[in-house]
Protein backbone atom coordinates (compact mmCIF):
# COMPACT_ATOMS: atom_id res chain seq x y z
CA UNK A 1 0.00 0.00 0.00
CA UNK A 2 1.40 3.68 -0.92
CA UNK A 3 1.75 6.02 1.49
CA UNK A 4 -0.69 8.52 -0.58
CA UNK A 5 -3.16 5.64 -0.48
CA UNK A 6 -2.31 4.86 3.49
CA UNK A 7 -3.04 9.09 3.88
CA UNK A 8 -6.09 8.91 1.88
CA UNK A 9 -7.88 5.66 3.81
CA UNK A 10 -6.88 7.67 7.70
CA UNK A 11 -7.94 11.23 6.46
CA UNK A 12 -10.99 10.12 4.50
CA UNK A 13 -11.92 7.22 7.89
CA UNK A 14 -11.38 10.87 9.94
CA UNK A 15 -13.71 12.81 7.64
CA UNK A 16 -16.59 10.34 7.73
CA UNK A 17 -16.91 9.53 11.38
CA UNK A 18 -17.35 13.03 11.80
CA UNK A 19 -20.19 12.95 9.10
CA UNK A 20 -21.49 10.09 11.47
CA UNK A 21 -21.11 11.75 14.40
CA UNK A 22 -22.87 14.81 13.22
CA UNK A 23 -25.64 12.79 11.72
CA UNK A 24 -26.44 11.15 15.51
CA UNK A 25 -26.48 14.36 17.23
CA UNK A 26 -28.21 16.35 14.23
CA UNK A 27 -31.93 17.31 14.88
CA UNK A 28 -33.13 17.97 11.37
CA UNK A 29 -35.70 15.75 10.67
CA UNK A 30 -36.55 14.02 7.83
CA UNK A 31 -36.45 15.88 4.46
CA UNK A 32 -39.89 14.63 2.51
CA UNK A 33 -37.93 12.15 0.12
CA UNK A 34 -36.34 10.61 2.89
CA UNK A 35 -39.62 10.24 4.83
CA UNK A 36 -40.78 8.59 1.67
CA UNK A 37 -37.70 6.17 0.81
CA UNK A 38 -37.78 5.07 4.57
CA UNK A 39 -41.30 4.02 3.64
CA UNK A 40 -40.84 2.47 0.76
CA UNK A 41 -38.05 0.33 2.41
CA UNK A 42 -40.70 -1.17 4.64
CA UNK A 43 -41.63 -3.06 1.76
CA UNK A 44 -38.22 -4.07 -0.08
CA UNK A 45 -39.68 -5.04 -3.32
CA UNK A 46 -38.14 -4.33 -7.64
CA UNK A 47 -39.79 -0.88 -8.23
CA UNK A 48 -41.27 1.96 -6.97
CA UNK A 49 -43.08 4.57 -8.80
CA UNK A 50 -40.62 7.32 -9.17
CA UNK A 51 -37.45 5.61 -8.28
CA UNK A 52 -35.46 2.24 -9.04
CA UNK A 53 -35.07 -0.15 -5.96
CA UNK A 54 -32.03 0.36 -4.39
CA UNK A 55 -32.66 3.20 -2.31
CA UNK A 56 -34.87 1.41 -0.26
CA UNK A 57 -32.99 -1.70 -0.48
CA UNK A 58 -30.01 0.63 1.38
CA UNK A 59 -32.25 2.32 4.03
CA UNK A 60 -34.15 -1.33 4.73
CA UNK A 61 -30.44 -2.14 5.51
CA UNK A 62 -28.91 0.11 7.70
CA UNK A 63 -32.39 0.57 9.46
CA UNK A 64 -32.18 -3.37 9.63
CA UNK A 65 -28.92 -2.91 11.64
CA UNK A 66 -29.88 -0.09 13.52
CA UNK A 67 -33.40 0.98 14.19
CA UNK A 68 -35.12 3.77 12.52
CA UNK A 69 -34.32 6.67 13.79
CA UNK A 70 -33.22 9.73 10.99
CA UNK A 71 -29.05 8.76 11.84
CA UNK A 72 -30.11 5.67 11.27
CA UNK A 73 -32.16 6.44 7.73
CA UNK A 74 -28.91 8.52 6.85
CA UNK A 75 -25.95 6.84 7.91
CA UNK A 76 -25.63 4.74 4.36
CA UNK A 77 -24.95 8.49 2.96
CA UNK A 78 -21.43 9.67 4.78
CA UNK A 79 -20.25 5.94 4.46
CA UNK A 80 -20.68 5.48 0.76
CA UNK A 81 -19.51 8.92 -0.15
CA UNK A 82 -16.35 7.90 2.09
CA UNK A 83 -16.12 4.78 -0.14
CA UNK A 84 -17.01 6.58 -3.17
CA UNK A 85 -13.86 9.19 -2.55
CA UNK A 86 -11.54 6.18 -2.31
CA UNK A 87 -12.24 4.77 -5.72
CA UNK A 88 -11.65 8.10 -6.55
CA UNK A 89 -8.36 7.95 -5.42
CA UNK A 90 -7.98 4.87 -8.00
CA UNK A 91 -9.85 6.25 -10.93
CA UNK A 92 -6.95 9.38 -10.82
CA UNK A 93 -4.44 6.89 -10.38
CA UNK A 94 -5.15 5.14 -13.11
CA UNK A 95 -5.86 7.73 -15.36
CA UNK A 96 -2.54 10.21 -14.58
CA UNK A 97 -0.38 6.59 -14.53
CA UNK A 98 2.31 8.36 -16.76
CA UNK A 99 2.75 10.94 -14.66
CA UNK A 100 4.92 10.36 -11.30
CA UNK A 101 2.86 12.43 -9.20
CA UNK A 102 -0.32 10.25 -9.93
CA UNK A 103 -0.58 8.67 -6.57
CA UNK A 104 -0.56 12.61 -5.38
CA UNK A 105 -3.20 13.68 -7.64
CA UNK A 106 -5.18 10.39 -6.52
CA UNK A 107 -5.04 11.68 -3.22
CA UNK A 108 -6.18 15.53 -3.64
CA UNK A 109 -8.60 14.26 -5.88
CA UNK A 110 -10.20 11.62 -3.11
CA UNK A 111 -9.72 14.70 -0.75
CA UNK A 112 -11.13 17.29 -3.22
CA UNK A 113 -14.37 14.95 -3.97
CA UNK A 114 -14.87 14.33 -0.27
CA UNK A 115 -15.18 17.98 0.55
CA UNK A 116 -17.03 19.25 -2.32
CA UNK A 117 -20.07 21.23 -1.13
CA UNK A 118 -22.88 19.53 -3.08
CA UNK A 119 -20.99 16.03 -1.28
CA UNK A 120 -20.85 17.78 1.99
CA UNK A 121 -24.21 18.82 1.79
CA UNK A 122 -25.55 15.26 0.54
CA UNK A 123 -23.72 13.74 3.50
CA UNK A 124 -26.71 14.83 5.77
CA UNK A 125 -29.27 13.31 3.80
CA UNK A 126 -30.12 10.07 2.34
CA UNK A 127 -30.70 10.31 -1.59
CA UNK A 128 -30.84 8.27 -4.62
CA UNK A 129 -27.95 10.31 -5.84
CA UNK A 130 -25.71 8.77 -3.17
CA UNK A 131 -25.53 4.96 -4.21
CA UNK A 132 -25.08 6.03 -7.98
CA UNK A 133 -22.56 8.13 -6.98
CA UNK A 134 -20.91 4.56 -5.17
CA UNK A 135 -21.78 2.77 -8.44
CA UNK A 136 -20.69 5.17 -10.76
CA UNK A 137 -17.20 5.32 -9.53
CA UNK A 138 -16.97 1.52 -8.96
CA UNK A 139 -17.79 0.80 -12.62
CA UNK A 140 -15.55 4.11 -13.80
CA UNK A 141 -12.86 2.36 -11.59
CA UNK A 142 -13.36 -1.24 -13.07
CA UNK A 143 -13.73 0.42 -16.63
CA UNK A 144 -10.16 1.85 -16.20
CA UNK A 145 -8.71 -1.24 -15.01
CA UNK A 146 -10.26 -4.05 -17.64
CA UNK A 147 -8.63 -1.25 -20.40
CA UNK A 148 -5.50 -2.09 -18.10
CA UNK A 149 -5.64 -5.89 -17.69
CA UNK A 150 -7.33 -8.26 -20.79
CA UNK A 151 -8.53 -10.53 -18.30
CA UNK A 152 -12.10 -11.16 -17.74
CA UNK A 153 -12.46 -10.06 -14.04
CA UNK A 154 -12.40 -6.39 -14.02
CA UNK A 155 -15.06 -6.54 -17.05
CA UNK A 156 -17.33 -8.32 -14.74
CA UNK A 157 -17.19 -5.81 -12.10
CA UNK A 158 -18.27 -3.18 -14.44
CA UNK A 159 -20.94 -4.79 -15.74
CA UNK A 160 -22.13 -5.84 -12.36
CA UNK A 161 -22.03 -1.89 -10.82
CA UNK A 162 -23.42 -0.72 -14.26
CA UNK A 163 -26.61 -3.01 -13.50
CA UNK A 164 -26.43 -1.86 -9.74
CA UNK A 165 -26.18 1.51 -10.93
CA UNK A 166 -29.57 1.40 -13.02
CA UNK A 167 -31.16 -0.13 -10.13
CA UNK A 168 -30.64 3.22 -8.32
CA UNK A 169 -31.49 5.58 -10.89
CA UNK A 170 -31.81 5.67 -14.68
CA UNK A 171 -29.03 8.74 -15.29
CA UNK A 172 -26.70 5.16 -14.89
CA UNK A 173 -27.73 5.59 -18.64
CA UNK A 174 -25.29 8.21 -19.02
CA UNK A 175 -22.18 5.76 -18.00
CA UNK A 176 -23.08 4.04 -21.59
CA UNK A 177 -22.81 7.56 -23.70
CA UNK A 178 -19.39 8.04 -21.84
CA UNK A 179 -18.47 4.71 -22.75
CA UNK A 180 -19.08 5.00 -26.00
CA UNK A 181 -17.43 8.74 -26.26
CA UNK A 182 -14.37 7.64 -24.44
CA UNK A 183 -13.91 4.83 -27.71
CA UNK A 184 -14.49 7.66 -30.21
CA UNK A 185 -11.66 9.75 -28.45
CA UNK A 186 -8.91 7.08 -26.78
CA UNK A 187 -7.88 3.96 -28.68
CA UNK A 188 -6.87 2.62 -25.49
CA UNK A 189 -10.96 2.58 -24.58
CA UNK A 190 -12.01 1.79 -28.00
CA UNK A 191 -10.14 -1.56 -27.59
CA UNK A 192 -12.37 -2.26 -24.51
CA UNK A 193 -15.43 -0.90 -25.86
CA UNK A 194 -15.43 -2.27 -28.96
CA UNK A 195 -14.62 -5.97 -27.92
CA UNK A 196 -16.61 -9.11 -26.78
CA UNK A 197 -15.73 -8.12 -23.36
CA UNK A 198 -17.54 -4.36 -24.10
CA UNK A 199 -20.72 -6.19 -25.19
CA UNK A 200 -20.25 -7.97 -21.97
CA UNK A 201 -20.50 -5.04 -19.45
CA UNK A 202 -23.27 -3.57 -21.20
CA UNK A 203 -25.39 -7.11 -21.15
CA UNK A 204 -24.46 -7.80 -17.44
CA UNK A 205 -25.80 -4.44 -16.74
CA UNK A 206 -29.29 -4.28 -18.74
CA UNK A 207 -29.59 -8.45 -17.45
CA UNK A 208 -29.55 -6.80 -13.72
CA UNK A 209 -32.06 -4.12 -14.59
CA UNK A 210 -34.70 -6.58 -15.94
CA UNK A 211 -36.18 -7.10 -12.69
CA UNK A 212 -37.18 -3.84 -12.26
CA UNK A 213 -38.05 -4.08 -15.90
CA UNK A 214 -40.60 -6.63 -14.94
CA UNK A 215 -41.75 -4.18 -11.98
CA UNK A 216 -42.42 -1.41 -14.30
CA UNK A 217 -44.12 -3.42 -16.88
CA UNK A 218 -46.53 -4.72 -14.46
CA UNK A 219 -47.65 -1.62 -13.16
CA UNK A 220 -47.99 0.42 -16.06
CA UNK A 221 -44.30 2.16 -16.51
CA UNK A 222 -44.92 4.29 -13.78
CA UNK A 223 -40.68 4.95 -13.04
CA UNK A 224 -40.61 5.38 -17.08
CA UNK A 225 -43.39 7.87 -16.73
CA UNK A 226 -42.49 9.88 -13.69
CA UNK A 227 -38.79 10.69 -15.84
CA UNK A 228 -40.23 11.65 -18.87
CA UNK A 229 -42.46 14.01 -16.66
CA UNK A 230 -39.08 15.46 -14.93
CA UNK A 231 -38.20 16.26 -18.33
CA UNK A 232 -41.66 18.28 -19.07
CA UNK A 233 -40.22 18.98 -22.54
CA UNK A 234 -44.04 19.23 -23.01
CA UNK A 235 -43.91 22.48 -21.42
CA UNK A 236 -40.49 23.64 -23.01
CA UNK A 237 -39.48 27.11 -22.35
CA UNK A 238 -36.33 27.45 -24.06
CA UNK A 239 -34.82 29.80 -21.75
CA UNK A 240 -31.28 30.96 -21.66
CA UNK A 241 -30.77 32.32 -18.20
CA UNK A 242 -32.32 28.94 -16.94
CA UNK A 243 -28.62 27.76 -18.24
CA UNK A 244 -26.91 30.74 -16.08
CA UNK A 245 -28.58 29.38 -13.24
CA UNK A 246 -28.01 25.69 -13.94
CA UNK A 247 -23.99 26.44 -14.15
CA UNK A 248 -24.46 29.23 -11.44
CA UNK A 249 -25.89 25.73 -9.41
CA UNK A 250 -22.46 23.96 -10.73
CA UNK A 251 -20.26 26.23 -8.98
CA UNK A 252 -22.01 25.99 -6.40
CA UNK A 253 -22.14 22.22 -6.40
CA UNK A 254 -18.24 21.90 -7.14
CA UNK A 255 -16.80 24.74 -5.33
CA UNK A 256 -15.57 27.64 -7.25
CA UNK A 257 -12.26 27.32 -7.75
CA UNK A 258 -12.81 23.13 -8.45
CA UNK A 259 -14.75 24.68 -11.15
CA UNK A 260 -12.73 26.79 -12.92
CA UNK A 261 -9.68 23.96 -12.95
CA UNK A 262 -11.96 21.71 -14.27
CA UNK A 263 -12.34 24.12 -17.10
CA UNK A 264 -8.58 24.59 -17.19
CA UNK A 265 -8.17 20.80 -17.23
CA UNK A 266 -10.03 20.55 -20.01
CA UNK A 267 -8.45 23.05 -21.95
CA UNK A 268 -5.58 21.53 -21.40
CA UNK A 269 -6.85 18.17 -23.31
CA UNK A 270 -7.52 20.73 -26.57
CA UNK A 271 -4.74 22.89 -26.91
CA UNK A 272 -1.61 21.66 -27.81
CA UNK A 273 1.37 21.70 -25.25
CA UNK A 274 -1.00 21.42 -22.68
CA UNK A 275 -1.80 18.01 -22.29
CA UNK A 276 -1.66 16.55 -18.56
CA UNK A 277 0.75 13.53 -20.41
CA UNK A 278 3.13 13.32 -23.26
CA UNK A 279 5.65 10.78 -24.55
CA UNK A 280 7.84 9.89 -22.09
CA UNK A 281 10.69 12.42 -21.88
CA UNK A 282 8.61 15.52 -23.21
CA UNK A 283 7.69 16.05 -19.52
CA UNK A 284 9.57 15.35 -16.18
CA UNK A 285 6.84 14.01 -15.15
CA UNK A 286 6.26 11.04 -17.25
CA UNK A 287 8.61 7.97 -16.79
CA UNK A 288 8.74 4.32 -17.47
CA UNK A 289 5.92 2.15 -15.66
CA UNK A 290 8.43 -0.22 -14.40
CA UNK A 291 8.96 -3.77 -14.48
CA UNK A 292 6.06 -5.38 -16.35
CA UNK A 293 4.32 -1.93 -17.48
CA UNK A 294 2.75 -2.49 -21.11
CA UNK A 295 3.23 -0.77 -24.54
CA UNK A 296 2.10 2.50 -24.30
CA UNK A 297 -0.34 1.89 -26.21
CA UNK A 298 -1.90 -0.45 -23.76
CA UNK A 299 -2.38 1.60 -20.95
CA UNK A 300 -4.06 5.09 -20.14
CA UNK A 301 -1.73 8.56 -19.48
CA UNK A 302 1.32 6.91 -21.51
CA UNK A 303 0.66 8.46 -24.95
CA UNK A 304 0.68 11.82 -26.61
CA UNK A 305 -2.99 11.98 -27.04
CA UNK A 306 -3.56 12.67 -23.25
CA UNK A 307 -5.85 9.66 -23.24
CA UNK A 308 -6.57 9.41 -19.41
CA UNK A 309 -7.89 13.27 -19.70
CA UNK A 310 -9.73 11.88 -22.43
CA UNK A 311 -11.38 9.29 -21.18
CA UNK A 312 -12.19 11.16 -17.67
CA UNK A 313 -13.55 14.35 -20.01
CA UNK A 314 -16.16 11.50 -22.02
CA UNK A 315 -17.90 10.35 -18.52
CA UNK A 316 -18.26 14.27 -17.58
CA UNK A 317 -18.54 17.19 -20.51
CA UNK A 318 -21.47 15.16 -22.22
CA UNK A 319 -23.61 14.88 -19.30
CA UNK A 320 -23.16 18.77 -18.51
CA UNK A 321 -23.82 19.57 -22.09
CA UNK A 322 -26.90 17.23 -21.61
CA UNK A 323 -28.26 18.69 -18.26
CA UNK A 324 -27.63 22.01 -20.03
CA UNK A 325 -29.94 21.84 -22.83
CA UNK A 326 -32.34 20.32 -20.58
CA UNK A 327 -32.38 23.13 -18.96
CA UNK A 328 -32.70 25.43 -21.41
CA UNK A 329 -35.47 23.51 -22.70
CA UNK A 330 -37.39 23.21 -19.53
CA UNK A 331 -35.19 23.25 -16.43
CA UNK A 332 -33.26 20.98 -14.33
CA UNK A 333 -31.86 20.65 -10.71
CA UNK A 334 -27.97 21.17 -9.90
CA UNK A 335 -27.90 17.58 -8.72
CA UNK A 336 -29.30 15.93 -12.33
CA UNK A 337 -25.33 16.23 -12.98
CA UNK A 338 -23.85 15.04 -10.14
CA UNK A 339 -22.10 11.88 -11.30
CA UNK A 340 -19.84 14.14 -13.70
CA UNK A 341 -17.99 15.09 -11.18
CA UNK A 342 -16.39 11.89 -10.45
CA UNK A 343 -14.24 12.19 -13.37
CA UNK A 344 -14.37 15.82 -13.14
CA UNK A 345 -12.54 15.80 -10.13
CA UNK A 346 -9.22 14.57 -10.92
CA UNK A 347 -9.03 16.30 -13.90
CA UNK A 348 -9.90 19.82 -11.92
CA UNK A 349 -7.37 18.50 -9.08
CA UNK A 350 -4.27 17.96 -11.96
CA UNK A 351 -4.70 21.16 -13.27
CA UNK A 352 -4.85 22.89 -10.13
CA UNK A 353 -1.96 21.22 -8.92
CA UNK A 354 0.09 22.93 -11.70
CA UNK A 355 -0.92 26.21 -11.05
CA UNK A 356 0.77 28.55 -8.90
CA UNK A 357 3.03 25.44 -7.52
CA UNK A 358 -0.67 24.37 -5.93
CA UNK A 359 -1.57 27.11 -4.20
CA UNK A 360 -5.14 27.22 -5.85
CA UNK A 361 -5.49 23.70 -4.73
CA UNK A 362 -5.09 24.99 -1.33
CA UNK A 363 -7.35 27.69 -1.91
CA UNK A 364 -10.13 25.69 -3.21
CA UNK A 365 -9.86 23.55 0.00
CA UNK A 366 -10.20 26.80 1.94
CA UNK A 367 -13.18 27.79 0.16
CA UNK A 368 -14.87 24.45 0.12
CA UNK A 369 -13.79 23.68 3.82
CA UNK A 370 -15.60 26.43 5.33
CA UNK A 371 -18.76 25.42 3.40
CA UNK A 372 -18.22 21.70 4.96
CA UNK A 373 -17.50 23.65 8.82
CA UNK A 374 -20.31 25.56 8.18
CA UNK A 375 -23.08 22.47 7.07
CA UNK A 376 -21.74 20.67 10.09
CA UNK A 377 -22.22 23.81 12.56
CA UNK A 378 -26.20 24.06 10.65
CA UNK A 379 -26.84 20.09 11.53
CA UNK A 380 -25.98 20.36 14.77
CA UNK A 381 -27.57 24.14 15.39
CA UNK A 382 -30.51 24.41 12.71
CA UNK A 383 -30.82 27.95 14.10
CA UNK A 384 -27.13 28.96 13.26
CA UNK A 385 -28.91 28.44 9.62
CA UNK A 386 -30.92 31.27 10.59
CA UNK A 387 -28.23 34.02 12.02
CA UNK A 388 -26.21 33.42 8.92
CA UNK A 389 -29.78 34.10 6.36
CA UNK A 390 -29.71 30.46 4.80
CA UNK A 391 -32.33 29.06 6.84
CA UNK A 392 -34.38 28.74 3.82
CA UNK A 393 -32.59 26.19 2.41
CA UNK A 394 -33.03 23.91 5.56
CA UNK A 395 -37.04 24.86 5.70
CA UNK A 396 -38.24 20.82 4.52
CA UNK A 397 -36.40 19.23 7.23
CA UNK A 398 -38.24 21.34 10.59
CA UNK A 399 -41.33 20.85 11.92
CA UNK A 400 -42.39 17.44 10.72
CA UNK A 401 -41.99 16.37 14.33
CA UNK A 402 -44.49 18.41 15.55
CA UNK A 403 -47.01 18.12 12.95
CA UNK A 404 -46.86 14.51 13.09
CA UNK A 405 -47.37 14.03 17.25
CA UNK A 406 -50.41 16.77 16.29
CA UNK A 407 -51.77 14.43 13.88
CA UNK A 408 -51.35 11.30 15.74
CA UNK A 409 -53.06 13.14 19.12
CA UNK A 410 -56.20 13.83 17.34
CA UNK A 411 -56.39 10.68 15.61
CA UNK A 412 -56.56 9.18 18.82
CA UNK A 413 -59.30 11.43 20.12
CA UNK A 414 -62.05 10.52 17.83
CA UNK A 415 -63.06 7.06 16.30
CA UNK A 416 -61.55 8.43 12.82
CA UNK A 417 -61.97 4.97 9.95
CA UNK A 418 -58.75 6.86 7.97
CA UNK A 419 -55.91 9.52 8.29
CA UNK A 420 -55.66 11.30 4.83
CA UNK A 421 -53.55 14.00 2.75
CA UNK A 422 -53.64 15.48 -0.19
CA UNK A 423 -49.77 16.39 -0.83
CA UNK A 424 -47.23 13.71 -1.12
CA UNK A 425 -44.79 15.58 1.45
CA UNK A 426 -46.99 15.49 4.06
CA UNK A 427 -47.90 11.66 3.37
CA UNK A 428 -44.65 11.12 3.40
CA UNK A 429 -43.84 12.71 6.66
CA UNK A 430 -46.66 11.64 9.00
CA UNK A 431 -46.10 8.06 7.76
CA UNK A 432 -42.63 8.37 9.71
CA UNK A 433 -43.76 11.24 12.93
CA UNK A 434 -47.63 10.44 12.95
CA UNK A 435 -46.66 7.59 15.84
CA UNK A 436 -48.25 5.94 17.20
CA UNK A 437 -51.08 5.45 14.75
CA UNK A 438 -53.48 2.39 14.79
CA UNK A 439 -56.14 4.08 11.82
CA UNK A 440 -55.05 3.22 8.41
CA UNK A 441 -53.06 5.96 5.96
CA UNK A 442 -54.75 7.04 2.50
CA UNK A 443 -53.87 9.39 -0.09
CA UNK A 444 -56.33 11.93 -1.53
CA UNK A 445 -56.77 12.15 -4.94
CA UNK A 446 -58.52 13.96 -7.72
CA UNK A 447 -58.83 12.04 -10.38
CA UNK A 448 -57.70 8.32 -9.89
CA UNK A 449 -54.36 8.97 -12.20
CA UNK A 450 -51.39 7.40 -10.24
CA UNK A 451 -49.52 11.05 -9.49
CA UNK A 452 -47.10 9.78 -6.72
CA UNK A 453 -46.26 6.23 -5.09
CA UNK A 454 -48.93 6.56 -2.24
CA UNK A 455 -51.75 7.28 -5.09
CA UNK A 456 -50.55 3.83 -6.42
CA UNK A 457 -50.36 1.77 -3.75
CA UNK A 458 -53.00 3.73 -0.45
CA UNK A 459 -55.31 5.70 -2.54
CA UNK A 460 -58.15 7.27 -0.45
CA UNK A 461 -61.28 5.17 -1.70
CA UNK A 462 -64.99 4.76 -0.77
CA UNK A 463 -66.44 4.05 1.17
CA UNK A 464 -64.68 6.61 4.30
CA UNK A 465 -66.88 7.39 6.81
CA UNK A 466 -64.93 9.48 9.45
CA UNK A 467 -61.65 11.13 7.68
CA UNK A 468 -58.96 13.02 9.37
CA UNK A 469 -58.10 14.93 6.94
CA UNK A 470 -54.90 16.85 6.70
CA UNK A 471 -53.72 19.12 4.32
CA UNK A 472 -52.22 22.70 3.12
CA UNK A 473 -54.90 25.77 3.40
CA UNK A 474 -54.19 26.03 -0.41
CA UNK A 475 -55.82 22.64 -0.73
CA UNK A 476 -58.88 23.82 0.57
CA UNK A 477 -60.74 24.47 -2.38
CA UNK A 478 -60.12 21.42 -4.06
CA UNK A 479 -60.04 18.48 -1.48
CA UNK A 480 -63.04 19.82 0.81
CA UNK A 481 -65.55 19.66 -1.89
CA UNK A 482 -65.12 15.77 -1.77
CA UNK A 483 -66.67 14.98 1.41
CA UNK A 484 -70.08 15.61 2.18
CA UNK A 485 -68.96 17.29 5.06
CA UNK A 486 -66.02 18.93 6.91
CA UNK A 487 -64.83 20.37 10.68
CA UNK A 488 -61.84 22.41 11.51
CA UNK A 489 -60.31 20.91 14.20
CA UNK A 490 -57.45 22.22 14.37
CA UNK A 491 -54.32 24.53 12.97
CA UNK A 492 -50.96 23.73 13.56
CA UNK A 493 -48.42 26.43 13.02
CA UNK A 494 -44.70 25.38 13.21
CA UNK A 495 -41.48 27.16 12.68
CA UNK A 496 -39.72 26.22 9.36
CA UNK A 497 -36.47 28.48 7.87
CA UNK A 498 -35.53 32.12 7.61
CA UNK A 499 -38.15 32.52 10.84
CA UNK A 500 -40.94 31.54 8.92
CA UNK A 501 -43.98 29.41 10.16
CA UNK A 502 -45.96 26.84 7.94
CA UNK A 503 -49.43 26.12 8.58
CA UNK A 504 -51.21 23.03 8.06
CA UNK A 505 -54.67 22.31 8.58
CA UNK A 506 -56.56 19.37 10.30
CA UNK A 507 -60.41 18.63 9.80
CA UNK A 508 -62.81 16.43 10.64
CA UNK A 509 -64.66 14.72 7.14
CA UNK A 510 -66.94 13.00 7.12
CA UNK A 511 -68.34 10.76 4.23
CA UNK A 512 -65.70 10.82 1.05
CA UNK A 513 -68.07 11.35 -2.00
CA UNK A 514 -64.22 10.11 -4.52
CA UNK A 515 -62.84 12.23 -6.83
CA UNK A 516 -64.35 15.53 -8.08
CA UNK A 517 -62.78 16.08 -11.54
CA UNK A 518 -63.61 19.85 -11.74
CA UNK A 519 -61.74 20.46 -8.70
CA UNK A 520 -59.14 22.78 -9.39
CA UNK A 521 -56.03 21.59 -8.97
CA UNK A 522 -53.81 22.94 -5.76
CA UNK A 523 -49.86 23.94 -5.48
CA UNK A 524 -47.25 21.94 -5.40
CA UNK A 525 -45.74 20.34 -2.16
CA UNK A 526 -44.78 22.32 0.84
Known sequence: MSK?????????????????????VSPLQLYPDEAQYWWWAQTPDWGYFSKPPMIAWVIWQSTTLFGNSEWAIRIASPLLHGATALLVFGIARLAFNGRTDNARIGFWSALAYLTTPGVSYSSGLIS???????????????????????????????GVAVGL???????????????????????????????????????????????????????????????GHNADWSHARYNPLNILAFLGGQFGVFGPILMA???????????????????????????????????????????????????????????????????????????????????????????????????????????????????????????????????????????????????????MSAPY???????????????????????????WDRDLHDDDHFQMTMRLMRPARRVLLVILPDERRAVLPTFDSTTLVEIVTFH????????IELYDARSYRGPQLAAPRTGVSP
Not at 135 to 150: D, G, M, T, V
Not at 496 to 503: P, V
Open 4 to 24: ELRTALIVVAAITLVRVAVLA
Open 128 to 158: TDVPLLFFWALALYAFLRAIEEPGWRWTIWC
Open 165 to 227: GFETKYAMAYFILGAAIAAWLAPEARKLVLSRRGLAILGIGLALLLPNIAWNAAHGFPTVAHT
Open 261 to 411: GLLLGLAQIVIPGERDSARPGTHPENVSMGPGSRDADASLGRDDRGGGSRVLASFSVPILLLIMAQSFIAEANANWAAVAYVTATPLAVAALLRLWRGRALWASFAVNGLALLLLWTIQIDPAFADRIGQGNAFKRQEGWRELGRAVAQQE
Open 417 to 443: DVVAAANRSIMAELLYYALPRTTAMRM
Open 496 to 503: IGARRARE
